[in-house]
């Protein structure tokens, strides 16, 4: 133990002697043309923060602080600036719709659409995944990504064990479950603005050049567009790996757990009443501008814990509700308040479309869609990949003639969404159970990657200008 304990602190040394010496190059190498200091600064903080973020050599929330710190210390930022950067709107929508979360969680409805999806797919294994990836997208609209991929790789793994326990990494079934549920988990939460930070970061961005899109018209782009993508890759997995059939036995089983609910407790109704009564709240603030989408969360987060309600309490919320994951959206809102404020994020996007003001927007719409799936299999944070391109995408937009609100959406999608490694944080968590390995998810993955950047680019555009947006 104490072995172990020595190489992970030597681990988290050398890490983070890298990010230093990241920070101090980036004080004195000569500066690329176009590029200010503070901007090159700015980009050496960004990618201080992902080597400590992806290496996990200290608390994710720590990291983001500390880096956070050394926005206005290297004279980046003013700290005025920086924690006007860490404090915005997507910052608070994730205090908010972290209560939905914790609520869900605590109650039976997760298992109860597991035992729906059971009872439809009977042992076939090509229903099973598909209803498992499609259930665990729709969940995740509305749920954070990696508990709605814990909820349902839970029940997976307790199929699998009941399926004769198979040997991780030996089982067809295995593997399309485990790479399936935290695919339908990153594609749900594109599917409407609660569903993750990447649609806020792109939502905000809009507003900023005067595009408001509604949170229901989101939900008419996304439904269609993610449901299409989650059954699509469904089909194609089992087509891919041929999952194994599930035995009677293990259905039996799997039903048992499941089977146990009773009805809805007077907790569960009011848990369901209350996030309803949210999502009324923000279709309604399509027509209603006041309602807006991050005071609806934060208002029904107090809602959840008023006497007489007590869905949860405050200590459920403190304790469970992924203050790791708020902070890091935090301050990828800081380091791209840096990014955009220094002129880099433009910097970057000229240096990688500089050329793409004489493009077609539809070339342009899939050159986007390819770059940002490429950027997030290299930068696995999607508040980070969102935070750093939405902004200068839209000024690219602008300047191209393309659609601002497709561009920023096609950017938030990629953003959230990853088939072909497991190193966004959604993936990671299935894979560390070892029924699938990193050659597994790549060679299946690559062929949704390329057919869902090219539908995205043709499906965003359509949808955005069939709702009448720029």
Request: glycine share 10%; net charge neutral.
């Amino acid at each position: 133990m104490l072995a172990e304990k020595t190489k992970g602190n030597a681990k988290a040394y050398i890490m983070i002697a890298i990010a230093v010496v990241i920070l101090i190059v980036s004080r004195i190498m000569p500066l690329p043309a176009g590029l200010s200091r503070e901007g090159l600064t700015a980009l050496a903080i960004m990618i201080a923060a992902l080597v400590l973020w992806i290496s996990e050599a200290m608390n994710m929330a720590v990291t983001t602080i500390l880096l956070c710190c050394m926005l206005p210390l290297l004279g980046v930022l003013s700290p005025a600036e920086m924690f006007k950067g860490f404090g915005g709107t997507v910052f608070f929508f994730m205090v908010g719709t972290m209560s939905i979360t914790t609520a869900l969680a605590s109650t039976t409805v997760p298992t109860r659409m597991a035992g729906m999806i059971l009872s439809w797919s009977k042992n076939s294994p090509t229903k099973l995944v598909l209803g498992f990836t499609v259930g665990t997208a729709v969940l995740s609209s509305i749920m954070s990504n990696i508990p709605t991929c814990a909820l349902f790789a839970s029940l997976g793994i307790a199929i699998m064990k009941a399926n004769g326990d198979p040997k991780p990494g030996t089982s067809n079934l295995g593997k399309c479950l485990m790479i399936g549920i935290p695919a339908g988990s990153v594609v749900g939460g594109f599917m409407t603005p609660a569903g993750g930070p990447t649609n806020i970061v792109a939502i905000n961005a809009l507003e900023a050049i005067g595009i408001r899109v509604t949170f229901l018209d989101w939900m008419i782009m996304g439904y269609p567009i993610g449901l299409v993508c989650t059954v699509l890759f469904a089909f194609w997995i089992c087509l891919f790996y041929k999952p194994e059939k599930i035995t009677n036995e293990a259905l039996a089983i799997a039903k048992d757990m499941v089977s146990g609910a009773g009805p809805l407790t007077a907790r569960e109704i009011k848990c369901i009443a209350v996030i309803a009564a949210m999502f009324i709240a923000w279709i309604a603030s399509t027509w209603i501008p006041v309602l807006n989408t991050t005071v609806v969360a934060l208002f029904g987060t107090c809602l959840f814990m008023c006497p007489g309600i007590e869905v949860i309490t405050w200590q459920d919320y403190v304790q469970k509700g992924g203050w790791d994951g708020t902070f890091l959206v935090g301050g990828v809102g800081a380091m791209a308040e840096a990014a955009l404020g220094t002129g880099a994020a433009t910097w970057i996007i000229s240096s990688t479309l500089g050329g793409a003001a004489g493009w077609s927007p539809m070339v342009i719409c899939l050159a986007v869609s390819a770059l940002i799936c490429v950027l997030h299999w290299l930068c696995p944070s999607g508040p980070a990949v969102a935070g750093l391109a939405v902004a200068p995408i839209i000024i690219l937009a602008q300047n191209a003639g393309a659609s601002p609100t497709a561009l920023a959406v096609i950017t938030a999608f990629w953003s959230g969404v990853t088939f072909l490694l497991p190193t966004d944080a959604v993936p990671m968590f299935t894979y560390g159970f070892h029924y699938y390995s990193i050659t597994d998810m790549v060679k299946e993955g690559w062929v949704p990657s390329i057919v869902f950047v090219v539908f995205t680019a043709f499906a965003i555009p359509f949808m955005t200008g069939m709702l009448g947006y720029a």
